[in-house]
């Protein structure tokens, strides 16, 4: 009987470590369960950032954009506005514009639609022929 006795403490002391083992590992289970919750809530707060973020980014870059466009816009009418004054000048002298320097930043601009333009008309030109001109024989070489 006190074989029996010895191999039932064996036996409680083995479920009491299995017990207790048993309970460590539901605690570790619960501990990583929570870690990869915590871990998912920074993954989706990060997502949102970014998104957040890049929307920002692309709202700034369009702004810059159109910031830029209208720059280049009143830039480019001011500077009509000068050649339309000096043109209006009678004592301009239209030989200063430096239309081959002009033909050629336009040729590396790759803009030839607007470089084939600019090739037709000529200094203190519209480009436009003067109807009574044309019919007097009148020679776009004999201008000024």
Request: net charge negative; hydrophobic share 40%; charged share 40%.
């Amino acid at each position: 009987m006190q074989k029996f006795t010895e191999i039932h403490m064996l036996l409680e002391s083995q479920a009491e470590e299995a017990e207790q083992k048993h309970l460590d590992f539901q605690k570790i289970f619960l501990a990583k369960d929570k870690k990869i919750s915590s871990l998912e809530n920074e993954i989706n707060l990060v997502k949102r950032e970014l998104v957040l973020t890049h929307a920002t980014a692309q709202q700034e870059k369009e702004e810059v954009m159109e910031g830029a466009k209208l720059s280049a816009t009143i830039a480019m009418l001011k500077i009509k506005l000068q050649m339309a004054k000096e043109a209006e000048d009678p004592n301009f002298d239209r030989t200063v514009w430096d239309q081959e320097a002009w033909k050629r930043k336009l040729a590396e601009l790759d803009d030839e639609e607007d470089a084939d333009e600019v090739l037709a008309i000529k200094a203190g030109s519209s480009g436009v022929k003067d109807p009574e001109e044309e019919a007097a024989g009148g020679d776009d070489a004999t201008k000024v």
